[in-house]
């Protein structure tokens, strides 16, 4: 139609001017044709537009207003529902939030046992495994108990020839109690003899006195009276060797007493020795970072594996020195333990402060008189209990991390 258009227009002006003919450039249809709108904009791009002749002219399309409003309406809401829940966050903290002292530098502990061996040799037997609850007195593990057998026979065997050594001086102290009650039997029958000779004699010297009786038979009374005392002196003599001979038997006893308290000592140890080729569980508790398996070989202290107490969980949380005003044995505290979740609260109690900042007692204690001083903030262990309960299911396992918030309002009074 433009094309028509031109050269009749060309047409006319060629007539009109009769000599000089005007060419009139030809456009592509395409060009003139109206742009389509780009999808999801407001603005229409600029170009020209060529209108047919004796149509009405379009007006430009209007971005649409649906969607402005609903991104209004959707602003509107995010910045409602920010609101709303900001303020419950300040109410809660306004209450509750405000009075808390917390610190996430907090971690689940417990007494944990390390077991050794006592005892050398090869393991024979290994009757746990890692993660495995045990009682107080479960056998673990053996260890290889044949030399430790031998030395328990070897040092019975001692102590049962002390023993009979006791025995037999016994029976010699028996024997020589019977010597000595056969040698003062002996000394009264010579005293009695004595007596008599002595009787005889003074009647002999009366008789010769008064010449009744001769010389001779004074002189043997006298002789008989001397044997007799010599008999006498003999029995009492006698005795004293038989006594003197009990001592000597009642301190070989004595002797052999001790050397079988020794040998006792050493059944003993060698027992005990014994004993610790088997490795029990000295309480109840799961076990852990085993490190022993059958063949191996084992020395005195050697660290075989570790048992963590069942029922002995706690919190150690490391509180800021700045924090240490509020807290008291005894507070409440809200614990939450990362492994649970955060809809899982424990209700512990704060037990007791450390004695000192965990600087302190650690391998090498920082040394602030050389000069160079920069101040850090302190923080002290405070030990937290747990229900009973809660520290034996097992929830509770050392090394996880807790975040606690103590409340000082339920501090003791008084």
Do not use: C
């Not at 060009?31 to 009405?56: C, D, I, M």
């Not at 044997?227 to 003599?237: C, Q």
């Amino acid at each position: 139609m433009e094309i028509t258009m031109a050269k009749r227009e060309g047409n006319a002006a060629h007539e009109s001017d009769g000599s000089e003919a005007t060419v009139t450039a030809i456009r592509p249809a395409s060009e003139h044709a109206p742009q389509p709108t780009p999808p999801h904009t407001h603005e229409a791009k600029p170009g020209p537009h060529l209108v047919e002749r004796g149509k009405p002219a379009e007006a430009a399309a209007e971005p649409p207003k649906k969607k402005g409003i609903l991104g209004r309406l959707v602003l509107v809401a995010l910045i409602g529902a920010a609101a709303w829940f900001g303020g419950k966050a300040g109410y809660a903290w306004w209450i509750d939030g405000r009075f808390l002292v917390t610190t996430d530098d907090a971690y689940v502990a417990a007494d944990i046992t390390t077991l050794a061996a006592k005892a050398s040799g090869y393991v024979t037997e290994v009757m746990v495994a890692d993660n495995q609850v045990v009682k107080k007195g479960d056998v673990l593990a053996r260890i290889d108990s044949g030399d430790y057998t031998l030395a328990v026979a070897q040092a019975e065997n001692a102590l049962a020839g002390n023993l009979a050594t006791i025995a037999r001086i016994d029976k010699q102290i028996a024997a020589g109690e019977a010597q000595v009650a056969q040698a003062r039997a002996g000394v009264a029958s010579a005293q009695a003899t004595l007596e008599s000779k002595e009787i005889n004699f003074t009647r002999q010297t009366t008789l010769v006195t008064n010449r009744v009786s001769a010389q001779s038979q004074l002189d043997d009374a006298r002789t008989d009276r001397d044997a007799a005392r010599a008999a006498v002196a003999s029995a009492e003599a006698a005795v004293a060797v038989a006594e003197a001979n009990i001592e000597v038997l009642k301190a070989q006893k004595a002797e052999s007493e001790a050397t079988g308290k020794t040998l006792q000592t050493a059944v003993d140890k060698a027992r005990r020795d014994l004993s610790f080729t088997e490795i029990r569980a000295p309480v109840d508790g799961v076990v852990g970072n085993k490190a022993l398996e059958v063949g191996t070989y084992v020395t005195p202290g050697q660290q075989l594996a570790s048992l963590v107490a069942t029922g002995s969980a706690h919190i150690e949380a490391n509180y800021k020195e700045t924090q240490l005003a509020e807290l008291v044995p005894g507070e409440t505290v809200r614990i939450t333990v990362d492994a649970l979740g955060e809809e899982e609260t424990i209700l512990g109690k704060v037990e007791s402060l450390s004695p000192a900042t965990g600087s302190v007692f650690s391998l090498l204690p920082a040394n602030n008189a050389t000069g160079n001083f920069t101040k850090v903030v302190q923080r002290l262990p405070v030990r937290i209990s747990v229900p009973a309960d809660v520290a034996a299911s097992g929830k509770l396992r050392p090394g996880l991390s807790v975040v606690v918030a103590a409340d000082p309002r339920t501090a003791p009074t008084g």
